[in-house]
T-cell receptor, first 115, second 114 residues
Framework: KQEVTQIPAALSVPEGENLVLNCSFT??????LQWFRQDPGKGLTSLLL?????REQTSGRLNASLDKSSGRSTLYIAASQPGDSATYLC??????????????FGQGTTLQVKP | AAGVIQSPRHLIKEKRETATLKCYPI?????VYWYQQGPGQDPQFLIS???????DKGSIPDRFSAQQFSDYHSELNMSSLELGDSALYFC?????????????FGQGTRLTVV
């Protein structure tokens, strides 16, 4: 059964700082891994999708990496801004026991970027 | 670009009542997932459909049922509502059960049971 863990649970940084959010998963047989952003009480916005055959994806100031062998993914945010303040969730898709493509979420990292 | 549409956005029900949540996936997406997110919790998988057939089932109470219709929209039916059912309910859609495709989420339905 796939389990996804995110560290840290919360992070507070000054504006302009580069930061890394960590995500680990137990079953390396994932199809892909997605990173999402969620503002309080709002929906989930997809940020990046890393396919199982890829090692990283970039979108603007965001860069996500995937290392299936170690069961880890990281989300790197460059030059953080107050508007980046939100909860970031990673989700692994699929595992060795299921091919239905459901996403298994980590608990999220709540980021606060201070002006 | 079309997104996943959920209705209603907010719903207030009394205990023991019934609620129906609707989800309209992105056109040409054949897979729908339902998730429940309690306060301060991560989204928990409830149930999924692929090509109108149930494809997977998670921690969904027996009081809940769901189906996907011929036009690919899906409905989550919740009966005998309990206070603990108060949560954000998300629907997501993707193509081909997610083999290297992105899942897109709707804005959610906030259900409050009083």
């Amino acid at each position: 059964k796939q389990e996804v863990t995110q560290i840290p649970a919360a992070l507070s940084v000054p504006e302009g700082e580069n930061l890394v959010l960590n995500c680990s998963f137990t079953d390396s047989a994932i199809y892909n891994l997605q990173w999402f952003r969620q503002d309080p009480g709002k929906g989930l916005t997809s940020l990046l999708l890393i396919q199982s055959s890829q090692r990283e994806q970039t979108s603007g100031r965001l860069n996500a990496s995937l290392d299936k062998s170690s069961g880890r993914s990281t989300l790197y945010i460059a030059a953080s801004q107050p508007g980046d303040s939100a909860t970031y969730l990673c989700a692994g898709r699929g595992d060795g026991s299921s091919n239905t493509g459901k996403l298994i979420f980590g608990q999220g990292t709540t980021l606060q970027v201070k002006p | 670009a079309a997104g996943v549409i959920q209705s209603p956005r907010h719903l207030i029900k009394e205990k023991r009542e019934t609620a129906t949540l609707k989800c309209y996936p992105i056109p040409r997406h054949d897979t729908v997932y339902w998730y429940q997110q309690g306060p301060g919790q991560d989204p928990q998988f409830l149930i999924s459909f692929y090509e109108k057939m149930q494809s997977d089932k998670g921690s969904i109470p027996d009081r809940f049922s769901a189906q996907q219709f011929s036009d690919y929209h899906s409905e989550l039916n919740m009966s005998s509502l309990e206070l603990g059912d108060s949560a954000l309910y998300f629907c997501a859609s993707s193509q081909d059960r997610g083999w290297n495709t992105e899942a897109f989420f709707g804005q959610g339905t906030r259900l409050t049971v009083v």
